[in-house]
């Protein structure tokens, strides 16, 4: 699991150029899902959250506006899909 939080901390810390067009904005804004994604899929794996590097990255996103926000709906998505699949 430690392995995969730099990775994903650099996925979600990258910014896109002022000047950039709409399309590298919602290119940004889907990778940043898209690692939302994989680490509420982390969050699944027994004893991940033992893990100090994710419990700290975890805080990281919860208290960023933006992504503690994206980080909560795909939570939700993730938890209405679980349900869905049983």
């Known amino acids: 699991v430690d392995i995969l939080v730099e990775p994903l901390r650099q996925t ?3 910014k896109v150029k002022a000047n950039s067009v709409k399309q590298e904005f919602e ?3 889907e ?3 898209s690692a939302l994604r994989a680490v509420v899929a982390l ?3 027994p ?3 033992k893990s100090p ?3 700290d990255f ?3 996103i919860k208290s960023s506006p933006e992504l ?3 980080f909560e709906s795909i939570q939700k998505d993730a938890g209405s899909e679980a349900m869905d699949t049983t």
Request: glycine share 4%.
């Open 12 to 14: 979600l810390q990258t």
């Open 27 to 29: 290119k940004q804004d």
């Open 31 to 33: 990778l940043k899902r």
């Open 43 to 45: 969050l699944y794996i």
């Open 47 to 49: 004893d991940s959250d």
């Open 53 to 55: 590097l994710l419990n």
């Open 58 to 60: 975890l805080a990281q």
């Open 68 to 70: 503690g926000t994206m």
